[in-house]
């Protein structure tokens, strides 16, 4: 692709994206901003979670990760569908009750302030890091495709992508995030199925033969069960995408802030019922054209060393791949398939990833204005509203500065590294909501930061000595369950038989 094609294709974009925020944003207050008035479709949140899960992230990674792990994404996604359904029937039925903006409210109410602000700071760390990340990805292939044949800096870059999602979110909020999320899901599906079948036209597959092409190809193998030390084992898998899910959004007001934004708790279920039904499709179309993609770079000649899969090499032996989350971008940017693939591939990956940092943006910004600051207590509408616009350019400067930083990540795929940050930084917040709602027990309120700073980092002394300590046992993903249930024995031992929450 020319960078002639690459700015045009992100220009249409970028118009219709300013359109719709504008539209959807206009007289929008305070109230908008944060919760969208409670007025929201639940069929548009609906499909707003669907590319809302999927992020420039998945759009990368998961084509190009069946080459090191099969299908057994797969199994989380099983996980997820779990999760969603304790979300639907838990969470939401909790954050309606209590009528809540920011899900970090339930601690203060259950256990006080201190444990308010502690489930607050972790979620502005996890939501930030992980959105820095997600924004790499995309600032990565467009400093590929584009400003590097033009000269321009990946720090030049980086700021650039920060100060067009600053513009078109900071005003609309989740008013905004829904409808531009409603509209990044059209595009991601639509590009994501034209890529398939484009490749299924050139390689001269028909439905059937693409079926059974991709089921008989050994980068399918969906069900890990042989080696328990395997971090792709099922159980592994299946339980880490149940507790990650609950984690990741019934816990993460990004996430959740779309959901709280609908009607009636009944509308909150319906949303994510259907999305998780939708997210699960669109997963495994992904799946599908990882494998569809490995085949043809085998077919242009474009193969890996014996005994490796990466780096792959062309005919003539030029390193043409070096990681898994670069496939995807070479064959759509090199020309092997027709110009279309290539179109659709910067469409599909900054539609998801333009929004998402939006979404998040937003998230961040209620997250410290209202937990923090604790701004609807404090200030009038109209401070409110200044304090807002201030917390939001202090965000995006954060983002801007983590997205240089991760210019330095290494070779691990990049949703390998998005699951190991979230066990990490999401496990406390798992441990401190599944806490207040499985006992009734009162803590004291001021020893709650101690307890959420120790246990990941006794996770993380676990997960570093555990093929020592374990007789080879290697962690994955479930490392989050681990640090969200050594977040609930430290709660345990500050805790005390019906006493007032802030002793």
Excluded at 180 to 187: C, E, G, K, Q, S
Excluded at 209 to 235: C, M, Q
Excluded at 270 to 293: T, Y
Excluded at 311 to 321: E, H, K, R, S
Aim: with cysteine.
């Amino acid at each position: 692709m020319t960078p002639t094609i690459v700015i045009a294709t992100l220009a249409a974009y970028i118009a219709t994206l300013f359109a719709v925020a504008f539209i959807a944003g206009r007289n929008t207050d305070n109230a908008g901003y944060f919760s969208g008035n409670r007025r929201m479709p639940w069929v548009a949140t609906a499909a707003a979670m669907v590319s809302a899960a999927m992020s420039g992230v998945t759009f990368i990674s998961v084509p190009g990760s069946v080459a090191l792990s099969g299908f057994s994404y797969l199994q989380m996604v099983v996980g997820f569908i779990i999760g969603y359904i304790v979300i639907a029937f838990v969470l939401v039925p909790l954050y309606y009750k209590l009528n809540v903006t920011s899900l970090y409210e339930y601690l203060d109410s259950r256990f006080g302030v201190q444990s308010h602000r502690t489930g607050a700071w972790y979620f502005l760390l996890s939501r930030t890091l992980l959105s820095a990340l997600r924004a790499y990805v995309a600032c990565t292939v467009l400093q590929l495709l584009l400003f590097d044949r033009i000269g321009v800096p990946f720090a030049a870059n980086a700021a650039l992508f920060i100060l067009l999602v600053w513009l078109y979110s900071h005003r609309g909020g989740v008013k905004t995030v829904v409808w531009v999320d409603v509209l990044r899901t059209l595009i991601l599906v639509g590009a994501l199925g034209a890529s398939i079948a484009l490749i299924m036209q050139v390689e001269a597959l028909s439905i059937s033969d693409a079926i059974a092409t991709v089921t008989g190809h050994p980068y399918s193998k969906t069900w890990f069960t042989e080696d328990w030390n395997d971090s792709r084992h099922l159980v592994k898998q299946l339980l880490a995408g149940v507790f990650m899910v609950v984690a990741m959004t019934g816990l993460d007001q990004d996430m959740m802030q779309r959901t709280l934004s609908c009607r009636t708790k009944g509308d909150a279920q319906k949303n994510l019922l259907v999305g998780v039904g939708l997210q699960s499709i669109v997963i495994l179309l992904f799946l599908i054209l990882g494998v569809l993609l490995y085949i043809h770079l085998e077919g242009c000649g474009i193969t890996s060393a014996e005994g490796a899969l990466f780096p792959m090499f062309t005919a003539d032996g030029q390193v043409a791949i070096t990681k898994p989350d670069l496939v995807f971008p070479y064959v759509a940017s090199h020309g092997t398939l027709p110009l279309a693939v290539g179109v659709l591939f910067v469409l599909g990956l900054f539609a998801s990833t333009y929004s998402a940092a939006g979404s998040a943006l937003t998230a961040l910004t209620t997250s410290f204005t209202i937990d923090i600051l604790r701004g609807r207590e404090r200030y009038a509408e109209r401070e409110l509203t200044s304090i807002r616009h201030g917390v939001t350019l202090g965000v995006a400067v954060v983002l801007a500065l983590l997205i240089i930083a991760f210019d330095k990540v290494g070779n691990h795929t990049i949703i390998d590294t998005f699951y190991s940050v979230a066990s990490y930084t999401y496990g406390p917040l798992l441990g401190l909501f599944a806490f207040g709602i499985c006992t009734r027990r009162s803590v004291r309120d001021r020893w709650v930061a101690a307890v959420a700073i120790a246990a990941p980092l006794l996770s993380l002394l676990l997960d570093l000595n555990s093929e020592e300590w374990f007789g080879g046992y290697r962690f994955g993903f479930e490392i989050l369950i681990i640090n969200a249930l050594l977040t609930m024995a430290g709660m345990a031992i500050i805790s005390r038989k019906n006493r007032d929450k802030n002793q």
